[in-house]
């Protein structure tokens, strides 16, 4: 039996062959089309499209105007700003059925996409990864990396509370507002439990 209990406001639909957790909440005009995974306590905003065979996990925020397509991949606690932009064809043209086709993108846990962002289809976003608003990323982004642009260049690390990192010499940093440590080796960034 599919589990009821969740919101849907009652100018969106949700096709049948959806699975929705507990306590999400879905706002008006938004459209939950058949075969798509939406996960526990999710807030899904004004004007949303989650298409066949998405990937929710929990506590994804979405905002308002964003079309979730079919191959992406989103981890518990991402955030999808208002009107950032998903794609999933590399080459897309009216004329020519591209279905098969559709590229995979993976937004790892924790990851936040600014408003106006673009991803384009086939890239990770690394688990609590920074985009910055407006940026158009074109290619993967490292776990805990700030990127801004068009193209997206990355011009720092950000941490798990969302602040700015900035590391000593031998490669630590501590986050300002929640005092949890970080080490970078090379171009890769972990948490020091």
């Known amino acids: 039996m599919m589990n009821t209990d969740y919101f849907v406001h009652e100018s969106s639909y949700v096709d049948e062959g959806?699975?929705?957790?507990?306590?999400?909440?879905?706002?008006?005009?938004?459209?939950?089309?058949?075969?798509?995974?939406?996960?526990?306590?999710?807030?899904?905003?004004?004007?949303?499209?989650?298409?066949?065979?998405?990937?929710?996990?929990?506590?994804?925020?979405?905002?308002?105007?964003?079309?979730?397509?079919?191959?992406?991949?989103?981890?518990?606690?991402?955030?999808?700003?208002?009107?950032?932009?998903?794609?999933?064809?590399?080459?897309?043209?009216?004329?020519?059925?591209?279905?098969?086709?559709?590229?995979?993108?993976?937004?790892?846990?924790?990851a936040s996409i600014g408003a106006n962002a673009t991803i384009v289809c086939g890239n990770e976003i690394g688990k609590f990864a920074f985009i910055g608003a407006g940026s158009v990323v074109t290619k993967p982004v490292p776990a805990y990396a700030l990127v801004v642009g068009n193209p997206a260049k990355q011009i720092g690390w950000m941490s798990e509370f969302g602040e700015k990192l900035t590391f000593n010499t031998e490669g630590e940093a501590i986050c300002a507002a929640s005092g949890q440590r970080y080490k970078k080796e090379g171009t890769i960034v972990r948490r020091i439990e």
């Open 18 to 110: 959806c699975s929705i957790g507990s306590g999400t909440k879905i706002w008006h005009f938004s459209h939950i089309m058949s075969g798509c995974v939406i996960g526990n306590h999710c807030n899904i905003g004004q004007n949303v499209v989650i298409s066949p065979q998405v990937q929710l996990g929990n506590n994804v925020k979405i905002q308002n105007n964003v079309s979730v397509y079919t191959g992406v991949i989103c981890e518990d606690n991402v955030f999808l700003g208002p009107s950032m932009v998903f794609t999933n064809v590399y080459n897309p043209r009216s004329a020519v059925n591209r279905k098969n086709e559709y590229m995979q993108t993976w937004v790892r846990e924790g």
